[in-house]
């Protein structure tokens, strides 16, 4: 009697220790993955790092991966939970990598495909998407997990130094084109990142710039495009602008502009 005893017991801590290990991303429910992780872990994910050091207020830019030299930034690890680095790297026209690298004498080439002006020039949604697929390729070749394109603002002023980046002047064109790239590119299991959200159109002050218009002016026209590649497209992520977005109504937003020229004029 002692013995079953004895033999229960160790099968009960048995079944709490094993019903108590931590969860392994890509064995467990992706639920019990992000349940399990900490409030640290989850901002330190969030925040990404430039190789081992991870970064402050100041946001990564440029070539800072350390797994993928000259890709943009990479995502913390967490192998406790068997969370692996996420690689991201530009660009808009194929990805953008380091071609050299120390201790070997190969060169990483990547190909230079056709901006998103041009590629929207076609009106062929099935190229697109070839031309997707074909950089999706190379992002995974690279081993990198997520493309920092495509953009898909819309084309109101010819001296925004974007424009190179985005598809077209007209919302439905872009949104189409820019769903075919998102969709060919993600065929390889390979992320994107759809960008710049939103209403990033001009170049003048454009880290700090306010955009004022009507709801109806945003919805219809601006944001549209977005609205086409998240519905018919799911990008895994999308980029934030750095302008200010003011919504008003017509007669607000007539005062808020002439107010807001007055004191781009007086500074």
């Not at 530009?90 to 990805?95: E, R």
């Not at 190379?138 to 010819?158: C, F, M, Q, S, W």
Request: charged share 15%; proline share 5%.
């Amino acid at each position: 009697m002692l013995k079953a005893k004895f033999l229960t017991l160790c099968a009960s801590t048995l079944f709490i220790s094993a019903s108590a290990q931590t969860p392994k991303l890509g064995v467990d429910p992706i639920e019990k993955v992000i349940n399990a992780m900490t409030l640290d872990e989850k901002l330190n994910v969030l925040i990404g790092s430039a190789g081992n050091v991870k970064s402050d207020a100041t946001a990564t830019i440029g070539s800072s991966a350390e797994l993928v030299p000259g890709a943009a930034g990479q995502l913390n690890a967490i192998p406790r939970l068997g969370i692996p680095a996420t690689v991201v790297a530009d660009g808009p026209a194929g990805l953008r990598i380091k071609p050299t690298r120390e201790g070997t004498f190969k060169t990483f080439y990547c190909t230079h495909f056709p901006i998103e002006t041009v590629m929207s020039s076609t009106w062929n949604v099935d190229l697109v998407g070839q031309i997707g697929a074909a950089m999706g390729d190379e992002v995974k070749h690279y081993g990198v997990d997520v493309l920092l394109a495509p953009a898909t603002n819309i084309h109101r002023n010819p001296l925004n130094g974007r424009n190179f980046e985005y598809y077209s002047e007209d919302q439905l064109l872009s949104g189409k084109i820019c769903a075919a790239m998102v969709n060919g590119v993600q065929s390889n299991g390979v992320g994107t990142s759809l960008k710049h959200f939103a209403l990033n159109n001009q170049e003048t002050n454009r880290t700090s710039n306010n955009v004022i218009g009507t709801p109806r002016t945003f919805r219809e026209i601006y944001l549209k495009p977005f609205e086409i590649v998240v519905k018919e497209a799911q990008p895994w992520t999308v980029m934030t602008s750095y302008n200010k977005v003011l919504p008003c109504r017509w007669r607000q937003a007539t005062t808020c502009l002439c107010l807001a020229n007055y004191r781009s004029a007086k500074n």
